[in-house]
């Protein structure tokens, strides 16, 4: 099987050379854009490219506002903020996801608390979330990530969060392009933050966003990325602590090139899910019920933990990168106090699950 795999990723990307598990696609857009933006000498956090940015995204997300930030980590921690969120309280969240999510919750000085996913969907469990509600009582803030750009039961989860008074943050950091019953992730909460980091669907470099429905929290958002400066010709006065997470005029350009192949993108991260379920069959992790999944990361599951690693030794040995996913938060050592309850799903993924190269090509 492990020589099989190995064969078919090299036919699929035509390849006897190394075969990352994920890279940008460039062109000369790019170079036109990036060149626009030096030119004009804008490169920072001021320029045309940033709010051109935001707007786009914001119309391709169905949101009202979009504000752009210097990556994904800063968004979901200022959105956290914008929650509420602070010293002491209570926000739960996944075992299973990329350390930014619960790092984030940290940087508030907040708890982490785990909940299980589920198994089709990878991402929080609505049944386990509810069920930690109801024994523990309030938590300020609910945080579930859209695993690998596959949406979770988001709609139910925000109607568990508005049942027991919790704020609901999303993580969309992998999912841009991703519908949850016809609807984009990132609208069914407060606060939303996107990722384009460089191994993204589109990426700025580093880079990331917050989606928002409601104006007044965008309007604040964005006065608090800006280090929370009162707009003056001349005077440098700030009304709060704010912070520097504006995104680089330099850094939205390249976004806006990379923003006008994201259909194309898309369309061929289907073609090549198209052809990994072919090939894998039941062991390919494919979209959930109700979702259309972005597809960021292929992925396929293994027997058990000794089959997960020896196909990890052999494709990696072999030329062709693959990675397990991450380690669970709640066995980290800065994050193995926190609270948390049964997390067998979560353990069971963590066991199987291994990241194919999901790359494409326009």
Request: aromatic share 10%; glycine share 8%.
């Amino acid at each position: 099987m492990f020589k099989e795999a190995v064969d078919f990723i090299r036919s699929v990307y035509g390849s006897g050379d190394f075969i990352a598990l994920h890279q940008p696609y460039f062109d000369n857009r790019e170079l036109e854009l990036t060149s626009e933006c030096i030119k004009s000498t804008f490169v920072s956090s001021v320029g045309k490219f940033v709010s051109d940015f935001e707007d786009k995204v914001a119309e391709f997300c169905g949101v009202k506002r979009a504000v752009a930030c210097v990556n994904g980590t800063n968004a979901l921690h200022l959105g956290l903020k914008l929650a509420g969120v602070a010293e002491g309280d209570k926000v739960v969240t996944q075992p299973l996801t990329f350390i930014a999510t619960a790092n984030a919750i940290k940087y508030c000085n907040a708890e982490p608390v785990f909940v299980d996913v589920d198994r089709d969907t990878m991402g929080m469990s609505p049944e386990k979330l509810e069920d930690f509600l109801k024994k523990n009582g309030f938590v300020k803030a609910v945080v579930p990530m859209h695993t690998f750009g596959h949406p979770c039961r988001i709609s139910e989860i925000r109607d568990i969060c508005e049942k027991y008074g919790a704020k609901l943050v999303e993580d969309c950091a992998e999912s841009l392009g991703s519908f949850y019953n016809g609807i984009h992730t990132g609208n069914w909460s407060e606060g939303a933050s996107l990722s384009f980091n460089g191994n993204k669907i589109i990426t700025t470099g580093g880079g990331g966003m917050l989606l928002f429905n409601d104006s007044k929290l965008a309007d604040r958002a964005k006065h608090l990325t800006t280090q929370a400066k009162i707009p003056h010709r001349w005077e440098f006065r700030h009304s709060e602590c704010g912070y520097n997470y504006r995104m680089p005029n330099i850094n939205a350009a390249l976004g806006m090139a990379q923003f006008e192949k994201l259909p194309a993108l898309l369309a061929k991260k289907r073609e090549l899910a198209d052809k990994y379920r072919k090939f894998f069959g039941g062991r390919f992790v494919d979209e959930p019920k109700n979702a259309r999944s972005n597809f960021w990361l292929q992925a396929v599951l293994l027997d058990d933990r000794k089959q997960r690693d020896e196909f990890l030794a052999y494709t990696n040995d072999n030329g062709v990168m693959t990675r397990p996913c991450w380690c669970l938060m709640n066995e980290l050592e800065m994050f193995k106090d926190c609270p948390h309850g049964d997390l067998s799903n979560a353990k069971w993924i963590e066991d199987r699950l291994v990241n194919i190269p999901s790359w494409v090509r326009l």
